[in-house]
């Protein structure tokens, strides 16, 4: 691959000065910037999931910008096209700071408000764009024999700085960390990747080329008006040429750029007069919806699968308990409070006014009829929900208004009672994608690698390490998840039904894994129906019912607890 892409290179770079012919120079230009848009989209599109609509805005706005400084300051749009970059990437900060709870389909639809209000606001901002009647850029000044090289190579040189800052992104701790959010944003959270920041940073990074690439193809064009710069057609371009080649992939949207760039150019040939603008639209909206329902995976990825050997189904490793690594030896353990915490879901009272102490320590259970508030309250405590009164301290300190990367960062680890992990990511990376790392580090650094190993090592897991996660057992995935969350060191661990599912060999493997770790110190909150094994597990166990705290005890006490027993017999006859 490494030949390929040096000399494909080489001959775009060489290609030029040996045949010049305008035609195909002006394709390539045309290919260069959609490759710009459509790797810059990917970023946030592609890594972290998040469809924009609207990226062509960031076009329109560095375009603008350039010229607007160029003749300001007399200076060549060459030179202040950076600063194209730079109003696009400050647009995206701030639109991303403004929308970064939506999500999905409102993501998509303010993206496309973004562009269309843009797009109005350049129409009719006439002192500064010369409203419809659009800006007239200067002339290049130099020769006419070489008119087009300056802004091939400009842009193909943008193109290989954008593809390097993608590689270098996906290579990074910054890219898993967009990888996971894709995958499962909540469970990204859960497991201390600061969300918040990442989708901010690659909208960002997914805008700044693209206002570059404006104020080079602004100059290019020699004249700007508001409808060509803040299309709706180049936005869907942009998303179809990343998804057709491979979202998610580095040459996936260049290879959809070079696809779909001639036809675009085909179909501004066949559409002519008032109606072209709109049979563009259809054509490529109506393509896009092809490529999401033909292709969804796109061209790379497609090609990728269809070659890709059969594995080994990953089944039957026998667990085998290694010893606990010291480097998981966390002292005493947490201690949680949880008081007078409430939650209702509209007339539904789930927790009213419930108090419990998990000792630093101690493996406590958590019981209760089905419907009782145990799942609730471990939302409410690793903050997946929020409560409507009540307060929750973890070590004397107040999270209950903390995010909910901050709380798995500040020694808050958590299982779920369904398994969630992220399925197509590697059973490796799984377990090291929430562990500690400045951004910029690679994605897996040899100390994470080798305690990744050592997790793995622990269940008896390290021969699956480079399969996808989805590919194993549910009882394997389960001890993926709670090694993933291991991997961060924390001191109390809640596990929603760590033995529903699995195997009685696996059950009582988790329980083995479960006393070992706690005598390295983690301090454990269960919510278990398998009576025997939680009993037989825990030191304390508190009972919920009605939204309270109806008895806490050891094992012994609360089997005999006459409120339990009618607590759970008023439940199982619900
Ligand atoms: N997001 C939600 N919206 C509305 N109701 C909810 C929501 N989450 C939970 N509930 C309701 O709250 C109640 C408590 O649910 P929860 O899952 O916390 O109970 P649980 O004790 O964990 O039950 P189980 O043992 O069956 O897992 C149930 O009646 C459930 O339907």
Not at 99 to 107: I, L, M, P, Q, Y
Not at 147 to 167: E, N, Q, V
Request: hydrophobic share 50%.
């Amino acid at each position: 691959m490494r030949i390929l892409t040096v000399a494909g290179g080489a001959a775009l770079l060489a290609l030029p000065v040996l045949w010049g012919d305008a035609y195909y120079l002006n394709m390539l230009i045309l290919i260069f910037l959609m490759a710009v848009m459509a790797s810059s989209w990917n970023i946030m599109g592609g890594y972290s999931g998040y469809i924009s609509l609207g990226q062509s805005a960031f076009l329109g706005v560095g375009a603008y910008t350039t010229a607007i400084t160029a003749d300001a300051w007399s200076i060549s749009p060459f030179l202040a096209a950076p600063l194209g970059g730079l109003a696009a990437g400050t647009l995206a900060a701030v639109l991303g700071l403004v929308t970064f709870r939506a999500r999905g389909n409102a993501f998509i639809m303010i993206t496309f408000a973004m562009l269309y209000l843009l797009g109005i606001v350049a129409l009719n901002w006439t002192a500064v764009t010369n409203g419809n009647d659009g800006m007239i850029l200067p002339a290049p000044a130099w020769s006419r024999d070489h008119a087009l090289c300056p802004f091939y190579y400009s842009l193909l040189g943008l193109l290989i700085l954008t593809l390097l800052m993608s590689k270098a992104i996906a290579s990074s701790r910054f890219g898993l960390g967009l990888t996971a959010i894709r995958e499962d944003e909540e469970k990204a959270a859960g497991i201390g990747v600061n969300t918040s920041a990442a989708k901010l940073a690659a909208f960002v990074a997914s805008s700044v080329p693209i206002g570059v690439a404006g104020g080079v193809y602004g100059y290019y064009l020699g004249f700007l008006d508001s409808r060509t710069m803040f299309s709706v057609v180049t936005s869907i371009m942009i998303v179809l040429a990343a998804l057709l080649g491979g979202p998610g992939t580095l040459w996936g949207p260049v290879l959809g750029a070079f696809l779909l760039e001639p036809f675009s150019q085909l179909t501004n040939q066949l559409f002519t007069g008032p109606a072209a603008g709109a049979w563009r639209l259809i054509v490529f909206g109506g393509l896009l919806l092809a490529v999401l329902l033909f292709l969804p995976k796109g061209v790379i990825p497609g090609v990728r699968q269809a070659l890709a050997r059969k594995r080994p189904a990953a089944v039957g490793k026998r667990l085998a308990l290694a010893a606990v690594p010291p480097w998981l030896a966390v002292g005493d353990g947490a201690r949680l409070e949880v008081a007078d915490v409430r939650k209702r879901f509209g007339g539904l009272t789930v927790l009213d006014g419930l108090d419990l102490t998990v000792e630093p320590g101690s493996i406590t259970g958590l019981i209760g009829p089905n419907g009782s508030g145990k799942t609730t309250l471990f939302n409410l405590i690793d903050g997946g929900m929020k409560p409507d009164g009540g307060t929750i301290l973890l070590d004397g300190r107040r999270i209950d208004a903390s995010s909910r990367w901050a709380r798995s960062r500040s020694g808050l680890g958590r299982t779920h009672q369904i398994t969630r992990l992220f399925p197509n990511l590697s059973v490796l990376r799984n377990v090291v994608a929430g562990s500690d790392g400045s951004w910029a580090a690679p994605a897996i650094t040899g100390a994470q690698a080798a305690r990744g190993a050592e997790l793995l090592d622990l269940v008896g897991l390290a021969d699956y390490r480079d399969l996808p996660v989805g590919e194993l057992s549910y009882g394997q995935q389960k001890l993926i998840e709670l090694i993933q969350i291991l991997m961060l060191q924390p001191r109390l661990v809640l596990l929603d039904e760590p033995a529903g599912g699995i195997n009685p060999t696996q059950v009582e493997q988790m329980g083995a894994l479960i006393r070992e770790l706690n005598r390295a110190g983690t301090t454990f909150l269960i919510v278990e129906h398998n009576m025997p094994f939680v009993l037989g597990l825990c030191d304390t166990v508190h009972v919920l019912a009605g939204g309270r705290r109806i008895a806490s005890g050891t094992p012994q006490e609360v089997r005999s607890d006459p409120l339990v027993l009618d607590a759970y017999l008023t439940g199982a006859a619900q």
